[in-house]
Nanobody
């Protein structure tokens, strides 16, 4: 199964920016879609953004205009650039690879936005 590993989380002040990266163990051109999800304490995991093999991008309404997802096929990576961060963006961010018949999740990376 494909494995994914996240990196790039950290502590940032409100209004700041961070870039998260997700590295896949296999060619992401064989993966239907790559996505970022997040889970805040006491809340369900939710979709932040995803990008399909054909380049279709979907964002959660709460991050539209602030977050940008991109993919680097040559480096088997997907990135999430987060700008104008808010305290409510604080969560563990997970990368997910959708192979169609199974999902692979990373361990997650913590993003904390201080007010």
């Amino acid at each position: 199964q494909v494995q994914v590993v996240e990196s790039g989380g950290g502590l940032v002040q409100a209004g700041g920016s961070l870039r998260l990266s997700c590295l896949a163990s296999e060619d992401i051109l064989t993966i239907n879609s790559m996505g970022w999800f997040r889970q805040a304490p006491g809340k369900q995991r939710e979709l932040v953004a995803d990008i399909t093999l054909s380049g279709i991008i979907n964002y959660a309404d709460s991050v539209k205009g602030r977050f940008t997802i991109s993919r680097d096929d040559a480096k088997r990576s997907v990135h999430l650039y987060m700008d104008r961060l808010k305290p409510e963006d604080t969560a563990i961010y997970y990368c997910r690879a959708d192979r169609g018949w199974y999902y692979s999740w990373g361990q997650g990376t913590q993003v904390t936005v201080s007010s």
